[in-house]
């Protein structure tokens, strides 16, 4: 992460590996504290007005007290996004603990798979 705890931009190193002092700027209002799991599927049948299967899809305690994710401090699950592909699998892509992406498929159940 570029942004230390006070909201400004820290030291960051340039490709070469030399390091380059950032500009400084005012600190942010971001909002920590707030947990960031764990990660959750629901589906609705209904357009949105109930939500009655759900299911986790990672836990985790979601840690998020900080912007600091090299030292494991920020152990956030964020910025989820899902699609389905034409073979009815779902695709869920998010960050995990702001160090990588990590991606979760889905396949459709067969018809005969509940027998």
């Not at 996004?81 to 992406?101: M, W």
Request: neutral net charge; hydrophobic residues 30%; charged residues 20%.
């Amino acid at each position: 992460d570029e942004i230390d705890d006070t909201g400004s931009l820290a030291d960051a190193k340039t490709p070469d590996g030399s390091v380059t002092t950032a500009v400084r700027q005012t600190p942010s209002t971001a909002f920590w504290g707030a947990p960031r799991a764990p990660l959750s599927l629901a589906l609705s049948s209904d357009g949105g007005l109930t939500w009655p299967l759900r299911a986790d899809l990672v836990t985790g305690d979601g840690h998020c007290l900080t912007n600091n994710s090299r030292d494991g401090l920020n152990r956030e699950l964020s910025y989820p996004s899902i699609t389905q592909t034409p073979d009815g699998a779902l695709h869920i892509a998010y960050t995990h603990h702001r160090k990588v992406i990590r991606h979760i498929r889905l396949a459709p159940r067969s018809a005969s798979a509940g027998r």
